[in-house]
């Protein structure tokens, strides 16, 4: 929006959303994807638990299902924001296509990292995917100077890293 506060049924809607709270993600392989996340990323896990298919679950995600293992990992020097792996048990699950970036639907994390090339490089010793073999520098706008690289999960959910640029733009 343009700074204007909009109105809907009574209701400001610029006051509807009050934060961030936690990205979820859908993995095949709990276990395989905190090796990614835990090992490789240092996200920290915060606690995992394992739902039984109760109602709410049903109510809320329109599924059948058995049960969901749900691990929240708090991203280190954040205030209370995580990344929730869910595992889900007893549905119809299947694997998507490689999805790209690029493609309309798909969604991807963006870190921010301290050095970026050496994560990449750890996550490539590690045999893990990536989009590159090196951190891009970003050349314009706001975050000129900055470094970029991509990471693929396990499951082929693509993580960037983001490594602030040593001198501001103004």
């Given amino acids: 929006m343009d700074g ?36 490789l990323l240092g996200l920290e896990v915060q606690f995992d638990v394992t739902l039984d298919a109760v109602d709410y679950v049903r109510a809320a995600l329109g599924i059948e299902m058995r049960d969901c293992r749900v691990v929240y990992l708090r991203v280190p020097g954040s205030d209370g924001v995580f990344v ?3 595992e889900y048990h007893g549905t119809d699950a299947r694997p998507t ?11 991807h994390l963006c870190l921010h990292v301290t050095d970026a090339q050496a994560l990449l490089d750890r ?3 590690a045999g893990y995917r990536t989009r590159s073999s090196r951190a891009a520098t970003i050349p314009v706008g706001p ?11 396990p499951d082929g959910y693509h993580i960037e890293l983001f490594q602030r640029s040593a001198t501001p733009t103004a």
């Fill in 143 to 153: 975050n000129r100077g900055a470094l970029a690289a991509w990471l693929v999960d």
């Fill in 4 to 39: 204007r506060h909009v109105r809907e049924h009574g209701v400001d809607v610029a006051t509807l959303v009050s934060g961030f709270f936690h990205g979820g993600i859908g993995v095949a392989d709990m276990e395989r994807s905190l090796a990614f996340y835990r090992d």
């Fill in 97 to 107: 296509p490689e999805p790209r970036p690029w493609d309309p639907g798909t969604g």
């Fill in 84 to 86: 929730e792996l869910l």
């Fill in 123 to 125: 996550a490539i010793a």
